[in-house]
């Protein structure tokens, strides 16, 4: 193989690997928010659990209140009713206090049922507490893991730069102004491959005579569409010794 194209696909992987770095560290900011947004579905999830419990309790304290509230009246009417001098007092003093009675029942059983709900509510917010330490430590785990990626990306990018420098001065200067001039028109990718008598990027049937002499790696040349900078790789022979670009 020519060994500037060597050396131009050789830079072309390099750039590839950068791109892909470089993709990588970008998408950084967004992991992190993520993951932070992870956390924050946790901590509402619990905030809403307590709140829930905070208000069941209130209801209670409230229903307690007014309970105490029919009691005191209850207390009330039972000293009235032995100074009662009349049947028809006496009748009515024991319909209030029947009133009574049916409030605090209705108001007992409305407190049941608040003590019944923060059972369930207690058990909800555990969980919900144990929901956000798991995910308090999945998220730690994955910060530290990205924080790794990150830094080892960024040390990748380091080695790229250093190794696309080296390989740029191995290069005469036209064959490296050509690469550079279709990789900025062409997102980053200078060269592609031909195959079975196409550029696999751009998908444009090569003339014969053009993929003849690409298919012997010999020289730079581009292809008549893109204008990236083509090569051939050889295929493995297919059992029985014949290769299958001879078929």
Avoid at 17 to 44: F, H, N, S
Avoid at 110 to 116: A, D, G, N, S, T
Avoid at 185 to 195: C, D, K, P
């Amino acid at each position: 193989m020519n060994a500037d194209l060597e050396r131009l696909i050789a830079l072309q992987r390099l750039d590839s690997a950068a791109m892909e770095a470089q993709r990588r560290i970008a998408e950084e900011p967004d992991l992190k928010k993520a993951l932070e947004a992870r956390l924050d579905t946790a901590r509402q999830q619990l905030a809403e659990a307590k709140q829930r419990l905070a208000d069941n309790q209130t209801a209670r304290r409230t229903i307690e209140k007014d309970v105490a509230v029919h009691q005191g009246r209850l207390s009330k009417f039972a000293d009235q009713l032995m100074a009662v001098k009349t049947n028809v007092e006496y009748q009515a003093m024991q319909k209030e206090i029947g009133f009574a009675k049916g409030e605090v029942k209705l108001l007992e059983d409305r407190i049941l049922e608040r003590m019944l709900e923060a059972d369930e509510l207690t058990a909800t917010q555990k969980r919900a507490e144990a929901q956000l330490t798991g995910e308090q430590k999945a998220v730690d785990a994955e910060q530290k893991r990205l924080a790794a990626e990150i830094s080892e990306t960024k040390t990748t990018l380091e080695r790229i730069a250093k190794e696309r420098a080296d390989l740029i001065a191995s290069l005469p200067p036209q064959a490296y102004a050509t690469f550079d001039l279709v990789s900025k028109r062409r997102n980053g990718v200078a060269l592609a491959e031909a195959r079975d008598g196409i550029c696999t990027i751009c998908h444009v049937r090569l003339r014969p005579q053009v993929f003849n002499t690409v298919r012997q790696n010999a020289e730079i040349i581009q292809c008549e569409t893109c204008q990236r900078i083509l090569y051939f790789v050889p295929r493995t022979p297919a059992p029985g010794g014949v290769s299958p670009s001879a078929r």
